[in-house]
Structures are given as C-alpha cells and as structure tokens.
Nanobody, 117 residues
Framework: QVQLVESGGGLVQPGGSLRLSCAASGSIFSINVMGWYRQAPGKQRELVAVVRSGDITTYAGSVKGRFTISRDNAKVYLQMNSLKPEDTAVYYC?????????????WGQGTQVTVSS
C-alpha cells in the first residue's frame, strides 16, 4: 500500500503562483510514476503532469510552460505559475507502482486550487 498526503492548495488571483506538494509513504520502493491530476466541477479527472522513472515528464497542453513538476525520492511537487481561472479544480496526487500482480494506482485525498479575483 502507498499513502499520499497533499498540501499547498488555496485561493490565488489570476496570474499568481502556487506550489503543491505530495509525500508518499508505505511501499514506495517500487514506485515508477508520480504526478498530478485535476478535476473541475462537472468535468472528468484529467492529467496535469506526471514524472516517470528516468525523470521523464509529461504535461497537459493547457499547462505546458506554466507548470513544472519535480520529484525528490518519495515526494512530488507541482509549481504552478501564471494561474488562470480555468485552472480551478481539485488537484489529486497520483502514483503508480509495480509488484508481482502488475501495476497499482494510488490517489491522494485532493487539494482545492481556486483561481479567482
């Protein structure tokens, strides 16, 4: 099992910045992906950014150039700059690990990000 604890959400004005943090604990030795998804009201959960083994990163087109994902062992961060009202959503930390049964996905409890003047 892997537990994920997020922090760093909040209210920010358009153009502002926030930094999300997520710490993983438990069976972290076989984690191969860490990242962030988000879900806005009435919309499906969508990928924001992930980092895979070898520090390979993937970003959603809507955040590329504004958000930066980084990982430090069992922690993952999302630096969000130039925030827009459409970035408002609940942001979920995500991780995937591999064991003998296959791949296992884990989610954090979510942290609210609201971009509004």
């Amino acid at each position: 099992q892997v537990q994920l604890v997020e922090s760093g959400g909040g209210l920010v004005q358009p153009g502002g910045s926030l930094r999300l943090s997520c710490a993983a604990s438990g069976s972290i030795f076989s984690i191969n992906v860490m990242g962030w998804y988000r879900q806005a009201p009435g919309k499906q959960r969508e990928l924001v950014a992930v980092v895979r083994s070898g520090d390979i990163t993937t970003y959603a087109g809507s955040v590329k150039g504004r958000f930066t994902i980084s990982r430090d062992n069992a922690k993952v961060y999302l630096q969000m700059n130039s925030l827009k009202p459409e970035d408002t959503a609940v942001y979920y930390c995500y991780t995937q690990r591999v064991d003998v049964t296959g791949t296992l996905d884990y989610w954090g409890q979510g942290t609210q990000v609201t971009v509004s003047s």
